[in-house]
């Protein structure tokens, strides 16, 4: 495996994208890393090196963006591995979700992944080389009630990736979404889990916030092992733009499309019949 390649990590100062900057320094690569928090972002890699570049950067601002982008250009010379990590969580039916909350879920999970990717093409164009990991979610595939915003969010990321991997094929750049299932990081806990401030009774969302936060410290993923699988998959020569992470992830996704293939036969003959004559 190759030691040497340059990443440029977004939401790394947990889970995640944390384990994947410290296994790319432990393999001898080098990271610039972003999070909003610059000082948990220090305090969380521990060791520091001159491998290591951490960025403080709002992703929801292009400007910053670019800034960091630019930044680590001047330090390492290049970006190799783009892995578009930063998310956040959000849980609320669609009818009690504000035109704010919904947003924001918007900005973090989608339009922060398209500002990296906007500000680091350049320069993989110019090197004719380089690998965007953006890290999506198997509810970017399989619609759930009370989690609406971040559906979007994630449906559009894998969207982007389709459209992204055609578009960059001729300059050898490669995409990858990722959709991993339930992995154990903070993710599902109370200082991350978002909840729509404006309740309707109905639609029972705190009992769905509840579930959520019983699997927290019970996720079946290591954060470890998909780090490093993140690793593996930028060395292959034909890497997936689809990978979904976790048995969790495949098995749900592979059914949804099998009921999703027999849901569109057995009304095939409504969707054939808006031709002309």
């Known amino acids: 495996m190759s030691t040497q390649k340059v990443w440029f990590i977004t939401g790394a100062s947990k889970g995640m994208g944390l384990e994947t ?58 970006i190799d591995v783009v892995l578009n990590n930063a998310g956040y969580y959000l849980v609320g039916s669609v009818e009690e979700i504000s035109d704010e909350e919904f947003r924001k879920t918007i900005d973090v999970n989608l339009l922060g992944t398209v500002n990296v ?7 993989l164009r110019q090197q004719e080389s380089g690998h965007i990991l953006n890290i999506a979610s198997n509810m970017g595939y399989i619609g759930y009630a009370n989690t609406g915003s971040y559906n979007a969010a994630k449906f559009a990321v894998i969207g982007l990736s389709e459209a992204l991997a055609q578009e960059v094929k001729p300059f050898h750049i490669k995409v990858t979404a990722i959709a991993p299932g339930m992995f154990r990081t903070s993710f599902m806990s109370d200082s991350t889990l978002a909840e729509a401030k404006n309740k309707i009774a109905v639609y029972n969302v705190e009992q769905h916030v509840n579930m959520l936060k019983s699997f927290d410290g019970n996720q ?13 998959v930028t060395e292959l020569p034909n890497p997936p733009v689809h990978l979904p992470l976790g048995n969790d992830s495949y098995d749900s996704i592979v059914a949804h499309r099998k009921n999703e293939a027999q849901e569109m036969e057995t009304w095939k003959h409504l969707s054939y019949s808006t031709n002309f004559d």
Request: charged share 25%; aromatic share 4%; glycine share 6%.
């Open 21 to 78: 900057v410290n296994a790319v320094l432990k393999n001898g690569g080098k990271v610039a890393a972003t999070s909003r928090n610059l000082q948990e972002l220090i305090d969380n890699i521990g060791n520091q090196n001159e491998n290591f570049l951490p960025l403080q950067v709002d992703i929801t601002n292009d400007k910053e963006v670019k800034n960091a982008i630019q930044n680590t250009i001047d330090t390492f010379g290049r």
């Open 220 to 232: 079946p993923g290591d954060p470890k092992k998909l780090a490093k699988v993140l690793l593996a």
């Open 117 to 123: 990717i906007r500000n680091a093409m350049p320069f």
